[in-house]
């Protein structure tokens, strides 16, 4: 399974970004998604996830009401919009792929995800 995740950059704050995460190898619908990002120095956290058929989501706290996350399993693809963006938005976003067997309440475990993107970094500038 490889995940390629597109669509960082850099920008100012308060502006707004689409990320990308296309899979190969295998068929996103049976896999719970998320996002996680890592901050220089710091460990790798959740950002948001979404239920295999879509709909139910889970947001950190920190980007509740400013990102949202999507999922098209028609093209194996997952997105995250991330608006208002902030200096402490700057990291390493990650793509991620459980394996088929995460329950929903342990969906924002990182050790729950078993594909990993190769990340793309967002730069928010103040």
């Known amino acids: 399974v490889q995940l390629q995740a597109s669509g960082g950059g850099l920008l100012q704050a308060g502006g707004s970004l689409r990320l990308s995460c296309a899979a190969s190898?295998?068929?996103?619908?049976?896999?719970?998604m998320g996002w996680f990002r890592q901050a220089p120095g710091k460990e790798r956290e959740f950002v948001a996830t979404?239920?295999?058929?879509?709909?139910?989501?889970v947001y950190a706290t920190s980007v509740r009401g400013r990102f949202t996350i999507s999922r098209d399993n028609t093209k194996n693809t997952v997105d995250l919009v991330m608006n208002s963006l902030k200096p402490e938005d700057t990291a390493v976003y990650y793509c991620?792929?459980?394996?088929?067997?995460?329950?929903?309440?342990?969906?924002?475990?990182?050790?729950?995800?078993?594909?990993w993107g190769q990340g793309t970094q967002v730069t928010v500038s103040s």
């Open positions: 979404i239920r295999r058929r879509g709909g139910s989501t």
């Open positions: 991620a792929a459980d394996s088929g067997g995460t329950i929903w309440s342990e969906a924002a475990n990182r050790a729950r995800y078993v594909y």
């Open positions: 190898g295998r068929t996103l619908s049976s896999s719970v």
